[in-house]
């Protein structure tokens, strides 16, 4: 058994491409530890998938917005450790009630799924 992790090539193609609402579920897992910029969110979403997970800007920045539009996060600029200025957001309490929804409606899907994969004999 290969430790490798595969070429440049074979990682792109073994890329997870995420559905909205998952996406959406994953920025507001990320917030519920406190205030992110967007790049934060990207990093820790790739870091805490062993970098399986790649959040791409062109899907990062609408999702932020949308969920700012709902009512799940708000944002306020402020300057990162850097020095840079950048927007942050930050989970609302609707937020966190979207989030303890998403998560149990993600959960029934991972058991549909797996009784379909892994049917009991």
Known sequence: MSTSMGTPREKYQNRIELLQGTLDMLILETLKWGAQHGYGISQAIGAQSGEILKV????????????????FVRSE???TEAGQRAKFYQ?????????????????????AIGAILNPAE
């Open 56 to 71: 791409e800007t062109g899907s990062l920045y609408p999702a932020l917005h949308r969920l700012e539009r709902q009512g």
């Open 77 to 79: 600029w402020k300057t």
């Open 91 to 111: 989970m609302t309490a609707t937020g966190k009630r979207q989030l303890a929804a998403d998560r149990e409606r993600w959960e029934q899907m991972v058991t």
